[in-house]
């Protein structure tokens, strides 16, 4: 479904980091060890974390002890923070790349390859060229589907539904001049 709180966008690109190369149940099962760990997920306490807190969190059973994930979550802290004061919001210049509507044939299954559209390969380098880590394509198309940016789900889906009768939905959002779209960052 759509996130269009901060805070909510930072908890999953934080979890999404966390989750490369695992699976979703080992992070949705520590998700709240998570929450406890990095601050209810409050990207200006996160920022503040040090070499104590890399240390902290390495001796925390209930997370990922891995020190690159540890130490990524703390920098995407901080260009978060970055890209919230020079955009208003980090939701602000996400905008741009939430779906147009839906192509004609709908997936009836999974299918392999969703993740090599060009959206999520924009949105990677755009994370990466702002300092973020663990955010190539496969992980950048599994934070777009999990913060609602496009939706995929099968046709059979009740998700699909909902998410369609949404107002607005299969359209992209018209910005005003002053907005960003995210796919403009880049350039």
Not at 23 to 48: E, G, H, M, Q
Not at 145 to 165: E, I, K, P, S, Y
Request: with cysteine; glycine share 6%.
């Amino acid at each position: 479904m759509p996130v269009h709180d901060d805070r909510r966008l930072f908890e999953f690109l934080i979890l999404e980091g966390a989750q490369a190369g695992l699976s979703w149940s080992t992070i949705l099962n520590k998700r709240d060890n998570y929450r406890r760990a990095f601050a209810r997920f409050d990207p200006a306490k996160v920022a503040r974390f040090g070499a104590r807190d890399v240390r902290r969190l390495m001796a925390d059973a209930g997370i990922v002890r891995n020190r690159l994930k540890i130490e990524s979550a703390i920098r995407h802290a901080r260009a978060f923070l970055e890209v919230r004061r020079e955009f208003g919001s980090f939701e602000r210049i996400s905008v741009g790349l939430r779906e147009r509507a839906p192509a004609a044939k709908l997936p009836a299954r999974h299918e392999a390859g969703a993740a090599r559209t060009p959206r999520p390969t924009r949105s990677a380098r755009t994370l990466k060229l702002r300092g973020f880590r663990f955010v190539a394509r496969p992980s950048s198309y599994a934070y777009m589907q999990a913060v609602g940016m496009v939706n995929d789900h099968l046709t059979a889906c009740f998700r699909r539904a909902q998410l369609a009768a949404l107002p607005g939905a299969g359209l992209r959002t018209k910005l005003r001049r002053d907005r960003i779209a995210w796919g403009d960052i880049v350039c």
